[in-house]
């Protein structure tokens, strides 16, 4: 199962935008989806999961900016972040969960200048 990232990219605070995350390749059954973020000299974030049923999870520092979706059919988990703020600068990776196991995602970098 391969992962591609797309939707990152430079944006002013206040502003918005869309991840994407495809999976595709063999595969079976994905539980849960979703997207970490990495900022600089810092450990990696959950930011938000979705599972197969819709049911999703925030970090509190997102709620209300972000919303998590996902396309069951296409295999795809949707990031919407708006409000963005400078603190929200990171590496986001795509997260799946295939089959019981952890596939990330190659990252896409976030730059929200303030």
């Known amino acids: 199962v391969q992962l591609q990232a797309s939707g990152g990219g430079l944006v002013q605070a206040g502003g918005s935008l869309r991840l994407s995350c495809a999976a595709s390749g063999s595969i079976v059954s994905i539980n849960s989806m979703g997207w970490f973020r990495q900022a600089p000299g810092k450990q990696r974030e959950l930011v938000a999961t979705i599972t197969s049923g819709g049911s999703t999870k925030l970090a509190d520092s997102v709620k209300g900016r972000f919303t998590i979706s996902r396309d069951n059919a296409k295999n795809t988990v949707f990031l919407q972040m708006n409000s963005l703020k400078a603190e929200d600068t990171a590496v986001y990776y795509c997260?799946?969960?295939?089959?019981?196991?952890?596939?990330w995602g190659r990252g896409t970098l976030v730059t929200v200048s303030s």
């Open positions: 997260n799946v969960v295939h089959l019981n196991r952890e596939l």
